[in-house]
């Protein structure tokens, strides 16, 4: 039972009961209108304890109780078949795609851009402040341009919605990586200099390895991001399948329930990414000798 004590368990669960709680008490107050607006009009006689007990029962609630979001994910996970679009597993995988191929994107251009402004002194005036300053632009402006665009010329489908997450999340990667191919101590880098190394034996034998804490750190904020931006790239395009689909649906219909189902699951699909990096960032780290 050691583990209970040193873990974050019961921390967790504290927060987790405390929530659920709230949540419970805000679908009440939060349904409480329309109910006793519904009483008021049919001549229903009713107290506290009928108006919490249909308050966590409507059909079509303000704030849809934690116990009917569950039973929807559960009816939308494992009541349809895999390849149904009333099947949350396929709409997830819709979005985890354009999510990937954004990450893999963005990663691909952070790096780059971060190796250009770290080894050219004019990229780094330049380029950096115009980084910066792309990401000041709401990316609910920048969606609908990006789709229209792309489909004026015929490209339609994952690679919108990917430029779209590479768009957001190349900027943490860049940074994080211009700060960790800066962090090399300036002994080391005189001591590579006295051993007549290379840029580029430097590059690969001291400012890379020195980079991997902060690549895996941007990565880690990325790969959420990506999702996020994947999900926005729906929106605009007026998708058929994803989780930005789903949204619309739920929007469209009145349905709260559905629209927080989606919700949930873009959170455990983050979170599992999330946690995927840290599980690479361990094993590279241990590759390369760092001590747990």
């Known amino acids: 039972m050691n583990w209970l004590r040193t873990s974050s368990f019961f921390s967790i669960a504290a927060v987790l009961a405390f929530t659920t709680v709230i949540w419970y008490g805000a679908a009440v107050y ?29 059909k079509r609630p303000v704030m849809p109780a934690p116990h009917q979001i569950m039973l929807d994910m559960k009816k ?3 009541g349809y078949k895999i390849s149904s679009k009333r099947s949350l597993v396929y709409h997830g995988w819709v979005t985890i795609s354009s999510t990937l191929v954004g990450f893999a994107m963005g990663s691909v251009l952070g790096i780059l851009l971060a190796v250009g402004i770290v080894h050219v002194s004019t990229l780094n005036k330049s380029v950096l402040p115009w980084i910066i300053a792309s990401q000041t632009i709401p990316i609910l402006a920048i969606a609908p341009m990006v789709i229209v665009v792309l489909g004026a010329i015929g490209v339609t489908g994952l690679l919108p919605k990917a430029i779209i997450s590479a768009y957001l999340c190349f900027f943490p990667i860049a940074i994080g990586m211009v700060k960790g191919l800066r962090s090399p101590d300036p002994m080391h880098l005189d001591l590579m200099k006295t051993y007549n190394a290379s840029k580029s034996q430097t590059f690969y034998k001291l400012r890379w390895p020195t980079s991997t804490p902060f690549l895996f750190a941007s990565f880690k904020v990325s790969i959420a991001i990506s999702l996020v931006g994947a999900i926005v790239g729906e929106l605009p395009a007026g998708a058929r399948a994803g989780l930005g689909a789903r949204l619309l649906t739920g929007s469209y219909y009145g349905q709260t329930v559905q629209i927080w189902s989606a919700l949930f699951v873009a959170s455990i699909i983050a979170g599992s990414f999330v946690y995927l990096m840290t599980v690479m960032e361990n094993r590279v780290q241990k590759r390369m000798g760092v001590q747990a």
Not at 33 to 38: A, E, G, P, Q, S
């Open 30 to 58: 939060l349904n409480s209108d329309v109910l006793i607006d519904k009483y008021d009009r049919k001549k229903i006689e009713w107290n506290f304890s009928k108006l919490v007990e249909d308050s966590w029962a409507m």
């Open 76 to 78: 939308s996970i494992f």
